[in-house]
């Protein structure tokens, strides 16, 4: 569901932003998008069945690029800029197979990050899911995934916290 959600936020972000140019002075752009509908078939958070995911969201992304930088959020690269995201809203989730119970809730998205003229950076990103399911359990998993880069090194941690 992550990785939906990340792809989902590429495409946001090079529809509604476009390529953000250099200039003399640091440029700012937000981006407001409201009632965003999406549908996928991936697997939650604490199992391996598949589900047929809907999501509805609301969601607001600022970059400011700073002098001398430029970002292209088609391929999320540029220098000298930052990033942040914010995305929350609704899903359902039905098993594909109609084995199991059904999920319903809430999710809350963030990202956030920055690249210096370097082109060195860090970047975090956190998601947020409550959900119930039509045989009365629930699951409420959060996730942190932060990477740090330079030209030389890249780390990247991910954690996974919380399933039930």
Same mark, same amino acid.
């Given at each position: 569901?992550? /990785?939906? =959600?990340?792809? &989902?936020?590429?495409? @946001?972000?090079?529809?509604?932003? *476009?390529?953000?140019?250099?200039? &003399?002075?640091?440029?700012?752009?937000?981006?407001?998008?409201? $009632?965003?509908?999406?549908?996928?078939?991936?697997? =939650?958070?604490?199992?391996?069945? =598949?589900?047929?995911?809907?999501?509805?969201?609301?969601? @607001?992304?600022?970059?400011?690029?700073?002098?001398? *930088?430029?970002?292209?959020?088609?391929?999320?690269?540029?220098?000298?800029?930052?990033?942040?995201?914010?995305?929350?809203?609704?899903?359902?989730?039905?098993?594909?197979?109609?084995?199991?119970?059904?999920?319903?809730?809430? %999710?809350?998205?963030? $990202?956030?990050? !920055?690249?210096?003229?370097?082109?060195? +950076?860090?970047?975090? %990103?956190? =998601? !947020?899911? /409550?959900?119930?399911?039509?045989? +009365?359990?629930?699951?409420?998993?959060?996730?942190?995934?932060?990477?740090?880069?330079?030209?030389?090194?890249?780390?990247?941690?991910?954690?996974?916290? *919380?399933?039930?």
């Amino acid at each position: 569901m992550v /990785r939906r =959600l990340l792809a &989902a936020l590429a495409l @946001v972000s090079a529809v509604c932003i *476009g390529i953000v140019p250099a200039h &003399a002075a640091a440029t700012t752009y937000t981006q407001t998008y409201k $009632d965003q509908t999406e549908s996928f078939t991936d697997t =939650l958070f604490c199992s391996p069945q =598949l589900y047929d995911i809907t999501l509805t969201y609301n969601g @607001v992304e600022h970059v400011t690029v700073r002098p001398g *930088g430029a970002y292209d959020p088609s391929t999320d690269e540029g220098v000298n800029y930052s990033l942040t995201e914010t995305q929350t809203g609704s899903f359902s989730a039905v098993p594909t197979n109609g084995v199991g119970p059904s999920y319903s809730g809430t %999710f809350t998205f963030w $990202d956030g990050g !920055s690249v210096n003229a370097s082109g060195d +950076g860090a970047f975090t %990103f956190t =998601l !947020s899911i /409550r959900g119930t399911g039509s045989d +009365g359990s629930s699951f409420s998993p959060h996730v942190v995934i932060h990477g740090n880069w330079n030209q030389n090194v890249q780390k990247m941690f991910q954690k996974v916290m *919380g399933c039930g």
